[in-house]
């Protein structure tokens, strides 16, 4: 890349870097000043030293709330991710009957957050909801999704699932970007299709898969906070009751601003060290990323 072009690119990036900085980094900083003063927005803030991060973690509400945000991270994101790449994998070949199949798996992923959440909110009805309808019409009563514990946070993972678009649009680019001889290389030697899969195509997209795991880990601590807001509200009896929703509570419902500064940051100390245990366990596996699949 010539000089030129460097300085091109760095112009095309500069807004970007602009809106990064005044948009997610001064507030992040900000509010972990906030976490370290009594603040309701209302009176001056006082210094509180650590009492604020004491009173977050000795909350029963924050300790539940960590844990719901992890069941709704640990199991749903690897079977998204995994299930983008068999999309991906089944729909690689060309074709107008393919590409429409494309189109509507990516479709999820352009609908507004919450009128996909509304969306749902109607599929999961327990009376009259097309899941349940449909359920009934093959002899099978239907749970009530939304409405007892138990189901409530096994329904917010089956809506997840379905938001696989931009995962299977990576995946698809990654392989579409092998070469075809290396297969057909395994198959000369004697390879099957399930060991070409295991053992040449698997370990290559690896890194990607690997990628979109590490992304999806992050965004979903986030994504979590419109659908239980627009669905449960946190309920049945705080069985969707997430770190999202504790955040916002204490900030905007009881004006505890410095609390509320000390849990997001716990939240991201929770995103780093998923994010650390992954990267510990693809080295072990032999797995890692080079630079230009960070920078995708």
């Known amino acids: 890349m010539t000089p030129q072009e460097q300085r091109q690119l760095r112009g095309m990036l500069l807004p970007y870097q602009v809106g990064l900085l005044i948009l997610v980094l001064l507030p992040a900083l900000l509010s972990f000043a906030v976490a ?14 650590t009492v604020n991060f004491l009173l977050v973690y000795t909350d029963e509400l924050f300790d539940l709330s960590v844990l719901n945000s992890l069941a709704l991270i640990l ?18 070949r060309g074709g107008s009957f393919l590409n429409l199949h494309r189109a509507a ?43 007892e514990p138990v189901w409530a946070k096994p329904s917010l993972a089956l809506m997840s699932l379905w938001l696989v678009g931009e ?3 990576v995946s698809l680019a990654a392989l579409h970007e092998l070469p075809s001889q290396i297969e057909e290389a395994a198959q000369i030697d004697g390879a099957s299709r399930w060991q070409s899969f295991q053992h040449v195509l698997l370990p290559i997209v ?6 979109l795991l590490l992304r999806d880990v992050v965004i979903t601590f986030q994504e979590t906070f419109i659908n239980v ?25 009881l004006l505890a601003f410095g609390s509320a500064g000390a ?7 929770l ?20 630079e230009e699949e960070l920078l995708l």
């Open 36 to 49: 370290f003063f009594f603040y309701d927005g209302l009176r001056p803030p006082f210094w509180s030293g």
């Open 75 to 92: 199991i749903p994101v690897p079977l998204r991710v995994g299930g983008a790449f068999l999309l991906a994998l089944l729909l690689r």
């Open 105 to 147: 798996i990516f479709l999820p992923n352009l609908i507004p957050s919450t009128a996909y959440a509304l969306a749902w909110l109607w599929i999961f009805n327990p009376l009259y909801g097309p899941l349940n309808l449909l359920l009934r019409a093959i002899g099978i009563d239907g749970p009530a999704w939304l409405v």
């Open 167 to 169: 995962g299977f649009l």
């Open 206 to 211: 690896a890194p990607i898969l690997l990628l």
């Open 229 to 253: 807001m627009v669905m449960t509200q946190g309920g049945p009896y705080y069985a969707t009751y997430t770190l999202p929703l504790f955040i916002y509570e204490q900030s905007f419902d």
């Open 263 to 269: 849990a997001l940051w716990i939240m991201y100390l």
């Open 271 to 290: 995103t780093g060290l998923m994010v650390f245990a992954m990267l510990r366990i693809a080295k072990v596996w032999g797995v890692g990323l080079t």
